[in-house]
């Protein structure tokens, strides 16, 4: 039946495509900057100045970013795109050197398959980035719709943040508003120390890949750093998929270098995962790591690299509220069961 009314509810799923994206920024940037608006609030700043203040001091950083580094990231994205053919030719080359070499000519022992099934993991590895690229391209085509919403958004979350949490509460029945209170302020800490600690041990690990990317000489390091940040916005598996073509671009220059950046990413991974994050998570996240592995092949099968980021403060949220339903309505019947 739902089938066949699938019509009535497609205006519904169109809505939610456009804003999905402009509300998810929105979201990340309102739980990164609402530290600032209530540390202006102490100081008895109008909150309208204090959204405008910050809104000024990003078209700062915005300005300054197109003027020293947009140029840079302009040439090495437009390089990178025309010299892809090559960047794989080089790949095929090492590939094909390998093989030739004694190491491998003892391991394969007259086997040809082998060579065939390597060649088809990079393949299949090219394909795959392939595909997230040309996500990635796509989101920057939707780049106008953004900067027209998400200022808008951003603004009226940021101006009304202390209406929001009474106002989900005010819809809920009056014997549930202690509770449901408590469960949107729950809501609220988990999200902001997630998101907030994601977007900095993001910027921070894209400066530390950065430097190094550039001491090595790997070609495109501010586009491959910057590129392994924004995938680190996945949990466990981002690593990887943000490690994959910088290894690629570096081994078309010389295994040596494919070497030396695999030992900056372990190692700006490893700052980044036990010396900076569990300061800045704290105990936020309590997601045991194969319930995440599993979110995330879920959230990646259905919603792509979106539902991979989104996967995690979804889940959160609904683990919270099952978590409070339960107590509510269930756990008494349960123990009186269990006695």
Request: hydrophobic share 55%; with cysteine; net charge neutral.
């Amino acid at each position: 039946m739902l089938h066949q009314v699938r019509f009535i509810f497609n205006p519904v799923v169109t809505f939610v495509q456009i804003l999905i994206v402009p509300m998810t920024i929105s979201g990340f940037l309102y739980y990164l900057l609402r530290p600032i608006v209530h540390y202006l609030d102490t100081r008895k700043v109008n909150r309208m100045l204090s959204v405008l203040l910050i809104y000024l001091c990003i078209a700062g950083v915005i300005t300054i970013f197109f003027f020293l580094v947009w140029p840079s990231l302009t040439r090495q994205v437009q390089e990178f795109i025309s010299n892809l053919p090559t960047l794989l030719d080089g790949v095929k080359t090492q590939i094909a050197a390998i093989q030739k070499g004694p190491l491998f000519s003892m391991i394969d022992s007259g086997n040809t398959e082998i060579s065939e099934k390597i060649t088809g993991y990079i393949n299949n590895a090219v394909e795959m980035i392939s595909g997230y690229m040309s996500h990635f391209f796509n989101f920057i085509s939707e780049f106008i719709v953004i900067i027209g919403t998400v200022p808008i958004i951003l603004y009226y979350m940021l101006k009304e943040d202390n209406r929001i949490s009474p106002a989900v509460v005010r819809v809920m029945p009056k014997r549930f508003a202690r509770d449901g209170a408590q469960v949107v302020s729950d809501i609220d800490a988990a999200l902001s120390g997630f998101i907030s600690g994601r977007i900095i041990s993001a910027l921070i690990l894209a400066v530390m890949s950065f430097i190094g990317f550039w001491i090595v000489g790997l070609p495109y390091p501010l586009l491959l750093a910057i590129i392994g940040a924004l995938f680190n916005f996945i949990p466990y598996v981002g690593a990887f998929l943000g490690a994959i073509p910088c290894l690629i671009v570096a081994y078309t220059v010389s295994p040596s270098m494919a070497l030396w950046v695999l030992i900056i990413i372990i190692i700006a991974q490893q700052v980044e995962g036990n010396l900076i994050a569990p300061y800045i998570y704290g105990k936020t996240i309590n997601i045991h790591p194969l319930t995440t592995v599993i979110l995330l092949l879920i959230g990646g099968e259905y919603a792509g690299i979106l539902g991979m980021i989104l996967v995690i403060p979804v889940y959160m949220i609904i683990k919270i509220v099952a978590v409070r339903i339960y107590k509510l309505f269930l756990s008494d019947k349960v123990e009186e069961i269990v006695d």
